[in-house]
T-cell receptor
Framework: GAGVSQSPSNKVTEKGKDVELRCDPI?????LYWYRQSLGQGLEFLIY????????KSGLPSDRFSAERTGGSVSTLTIQRTQQEDSAVYLC?????????????FGPGTRLTVL | GQQVMQIPQYQHVQEGEDFTTYCNSS?????IQWYKQRPGGHPVFLIQ?????EVKKQKRLTFQFGEAKKNSSLHITATQTTDVGTYFC???????????FGKGTKLSVKP
């Protein structure tokens, strides 16, 4: 595709429910990142995938958060037993190789609201 | 751990005035990137600086990377309403670390 796509664009859920957020990176980009952005705040790093290497999960805030990347392309971020403090915009980005030496292309984000 | 501080948090200017945002890292950076996020939008890459003392210009925007590679600035000359948004710096320390984003400077421009 032309850019990074994410779905759904908006998700409203009840506290305690599980949610899955999807990211389709730009074709050919081997690096994929998930960030969380709370209202009016900066970008909080969650997890990073690079090719077939083990993901860097150092930014995941709790064990309720997990992510997978299948076939080196599509990624799914799963939040189990959602809490109200999980409400935020979840942004996915991809880049051509490397962690920090290439620009990151961001998707439009998924706005998650936990009631 | 590595931290990237960005100031000011907010800046309100009259159209035509200049604007500057500053970024400081607690450690030496391999490179620094700048992104712009329009209201309701997602971050969009503006530029990357790699060399010590590097200065790059994009029309009315001037980006600088400090000699010690620990600080950077973005200066906008004669702001326009289209410059409205949040400007983020993001520093990369290298050695398989992560790109660390500053908290951003939110710019509003009064016509």
């Amino acid at each position: 595709g032309a850019g990074v796509s994410q779905s759904p664009s908006n998700k409203v859920t009840e506290k305690g429910k599980d949610v899955e957020l999807r990211c389709d990176p730009i074709s050919g980009h081997t690096a994929l990142y998930w960030y969380r952005q709370s209202l009016g705040q900066g970008l909080e790093f969650l997890i990073y995938f690079q090719g077939n290497s083990a993901p860097d999960k150092s930014g995941l805030p709790s064990d309720r958060f997990s992510a997978e990347r299948t076939g080196g392309s599509v990624s799914t971020l799963t939040i189990q037993r959602t809490q109200q403090e999980d409400s935020a915009v979840y942004l996915c980005a991809s880049s051509f190789r490397d962690r920090g030496s290439h620009e990151q292309f961001f998707g439009p984000g998924t706005r998650l609201t936990v009631l | 751990g590595q931290q990237v501080m960005q100031i000011p948090q907010y800046q309100h200017v009259q159209e035509g005035e200049d604007f500057t945002t500053y970024c400081n890292s607690s450690t030496t950076l391999s490179n620094i990137q700048w992104y712009k996020q329009r209201p309701g939008g997602h971050p969009v890459f503006l530029i990357q600086l790699v060399k010590s003392g590097e200065v790059k210009k994009q029309k009315r925007l001037t980006f600088q990377f400090g000699e010690a590679k620990k600080n950077s600035s973005l200066h906008i000359t004669a702001t326009q309403t289209t410059d409205v948004g949040t400007y983020f710096c993001a520093g990369y320390g290298g050695s398989q670390g992560n790109l660390i984003f500053g908290k951003g400077t939110k710019l509003s421009v009064k016509p």
